[in-house]
């Protein structure tokens, strides 16, 4: 589904949820709901076209960024607990004596 078309759906179901809400509710809330679903409809609508191709690209450079973070973060795990296990056996060693 081309995103013009998903616009026009959201469009169509938005503008029939907000004619809803406001005779069903009354005040700031009927207020803020059509505030929000009319500007949520404006932004989806000025977007324009999404590149699939693109977004593809940044999930994978983004996960690759993600797997780099992760990584970095569980090798310095490793040698902190490497180091608080050799200085514990120092300790040790030295109070034996």
Request: hydrophobic content about 50%; glycine content about 8%; overall charge negative.
């Given at each position: 589904?081309?995103?013009?078309?998903?616009?026009?759906v959201?469009?169509?179901?938005s503008?029939?949820?907000?004619s809803?809400?406001?005779?069903?509710?009354?005040?700031f809330?009927?207020?803020?709901f059509?505030?929000f679903?009319?500007?949520?409809?404006?932004f989806?609508?000025?977007m324009?076209e999404?590149d699939?191709?693109?977004?593809m690209?940044?999930l994978?450079?983004?996960?690759?960024?993600m797997?780099?973070?992760?990584?970095?973060?569980?090798?310095?795990?490793?040698?902190?607990?490497?180091?608080n296990?050799?200085t514990?056996?120092?300790?040790?060693q030295?109070?034996d004596k």
């Amino acid at each position: 589904m081309e995103f013009e078309s998903m616009a026009n759906v959201l469009e169509e179901v938005s503008s029939e949820a907000v004619s809803e809400a406001v005779t069903e509710s009354s005040g700031f809330i009927g207020t803020f709901f059509t505030d929000f679903a009319n500007d949520f409809v404006a932004f989806f609508s000025n977007m324009g076209e999404i590149d699939a191709d693109a977004v593809m690209e940044v999930l994978r450079i983004m996960g690759l960024g993600m797997v780099g973070i992760f990584g970095v973060t569980g090798i310095i795990i490793l040698l902190v607990s490497l180091l608080n296990n050799i200085t514990s056996r120092e300790k040790k060693q030295k109070e034996d004596k």
